[in-house]
């Protein structure tokens, strides 16, 4: 019998995850490196964690996910996309930089390094469900070519961005990965080499973000109005608890291991049931 580790197939395999100095990032990484993954970690802060190497790079511009890029091994088993900031007023296209056009630019900077069935997976967000009622914008947007053509393209396009909480670029952003995953799943880069493609759409989750969540979407502008607001959103209705980093890394590092093999195309809401419920009601008000 094989054991876990076998199972899991990670053992002396190159992986680069991004993100990895705090959060669900930091939880997958430490996994990935109980697994025996030789760890390529990506974050413009310190990573204090025992990876194989640490590289320190700002994924917001070309230039920084060019140079991150270029301290990568030739071959890749499996990437993980976990870098992101939260909802931030007045910084639209800052979060579309960091949460969706560099993760794009970097995923497919990295396709022809990624080994025969390798993996690719993102981290999305609760916040991107109902992406589908938006897919003709969205499709406009994710099938650009270029990391400028996306640049022009937000800044064309800012009024989409101040339509409300579901309609704020942070929330678009994750929209944007879901579709992504939905659209290449069976494109020539990727089902030619057999790389799934998937992600996680976490719920409300402890992590370094909280604070950042809070504060933006806070009634008062304090922090502990916001955290309010998050429990009457998230918990209140099932008497629930936040998520924690492992409660969506240590899932994020299963999808792209081998025990998931025959897994791809899928955006996994981790949420304790909350976009089942919403879309059992949603089938009912049809």
């Not at 800044?155 to 579901?166: D, K, Q, V």
């Not at 109005?225 to 998520?243: A, V, Y």
């Not at 409660?247 to 299963?254: A, E, F, K, Q, S």
């Not at 792209?256 to 049931?273: A, N, P, R």
Request: hydrophobic share 35%; with cysteine.
């Amino acid at each position: 019998m094989r054991t876990l580790e076998e199972l899991v197939g990670y053992k002396d395999k190159n992986v680069v995850i991004t993100g990895s100095a705090s959060g669900m990032a930091k939880a997958a990484t430490e996994l990935l490196i109980a697994f025996g993954a030789k760890v390529y970690a990506i974050d413009r802060n310190d990573i204090d964690l025992p990876v194989y190497k640490s590289i320190k790079g700002d994924l917001s511009t070309r230039e920084g996910i060019d140079s991150a890029i270029s301290e990568l091994p030739e071959k890749i088993d499996a990437l993980f996309m976990c870098h992101g900031v939260a909802l931030i007023p007045e910084k639209e296209k800052f979060i579309q930089l960091v949460n969706f056009i560099g993760q794009k630019y970097m995923v497919e900077s990295l396709l022809p390094r990624i080994s025969e069935n390798g993996s690719v997976s993102f981290i999305s967000s609760s916040g991107g469900y109902g992406w589908e009622n938006k897919i003709e914008l969205i499709n406009e947007y994710i099938n650009l070519n270029t990391f400028e053509e996306q640049v022009e393209w937000v800044e064309g396009h800012m009024p989409i961005f101040s339509e409300g909480y579901m309609s704020d670029s942070y929330c678009f952003s994750k929209q944007c990965i879901n579709a992504y995953v939905k659209s290449k799943v069976r494109s020539p880069e990727f089902i030619n080499k057999k790389i799934r493609v998937n992600a996680i759409a976490p719920s409300y989750t402890i992590s370094g973000l909280t604070k950042d969540f809070n504060l933006a979407i806070s009634q008062d502008g304090s922090e502990e109005s916001g955290e309010k607001l998050m429990h009457e959103l998230f918990l209140k209705s099932w008497n629930g608890r936040p998520g924690t980093s492992e409660d969506m890394g240590y899932p994020l590092v299963m999808i792209g291991s081998s025990l998931f093999g025959y897994l791809s195309g899928q955006v996994i809401y981790i949420d304790f049931g909350m976009t089942g419920e919403m879309d059992y009601k949603n089938l009912l008000s049809k």
